[in-house]
């Protein structure tokens, strides 16, 4: 098996875990802590779980507030998912292929939710006293934000190497 293999089925492998602890992590909330019903469980003084049901994308942007709404915002996102899988599987260096596994297997778990739900299930609450710096979230947001921020930190960092070009023919020519 070539290197470039490899990768990308480990990249593979990563976007289904991210995808099945997401799933898991959700099922723990909803079913096994009863989160809907108890609204909120203290945990630490700075993170809390707490029962959110995101209607909306990123930021609570294009919320759906209709069946309509809802099936396009999961036609958009499964969209951006395909458009994610056939970048990573064009990708050979492990560290282009592991963040795009992440966004992958996160907007995998959103999808799920949002086709099945209706809603994205968020229970993640990190605060600081009454200020929120982050909205409430989950598992596969992080991998999606954690990527995105690998994958932007990457291109702007990282400088291809040009190869040195050979003389051209006029400026070789000696001079007469």
Do not use: C
């Amino acid at each position: 098996m070539s290197a470039i293999l490899r990768n990308r089925i480990f990249g593979l492998v990563l976007a289904a875990a991210i995808f099945l602890v997401d799933q898991w992590l959700k099922f723990q909330v909803q079913w096994t802590w009863e989160l809907p019903q108890r609204g909120v469980i203290d945990l630490l003084s700075f993170f809390d779980l707490r029962w959110t049901e995101n209607r909306g994308v990123s930021l609570g942007l294009l919320t759906a507030e209709s069946m309509e709404m809802r099936w396009g915002l999961v036609a958009l996102t499964a969209a951006i998912a395909i458009t994610v899988f056939i970048w990573l599987l064009r990708e050979k260096l492990l560290g282009d292929i592991l963040p795009l596994a992440m966004v992958l297997g996160g907007a995998m778990g959103n999808i799920r939710d949002r086709a099945k739900l209706g809603y994205v299930i968020d229970y993640a609450d990190f605060h600081i006293g009454e200020f929120r710096p982050f909205l409430i979230f989950n598992l596969a947001d992080a991998a999606i934000t954690i990527g995105v921020v690998i994958i932007l930190a990457r291109s702007f960092l990282s400088r291809e190497k040009r190869e040195p070009q050979a003389p051209a023919a006029a400026d070789a020519a000696p001079e007469s």
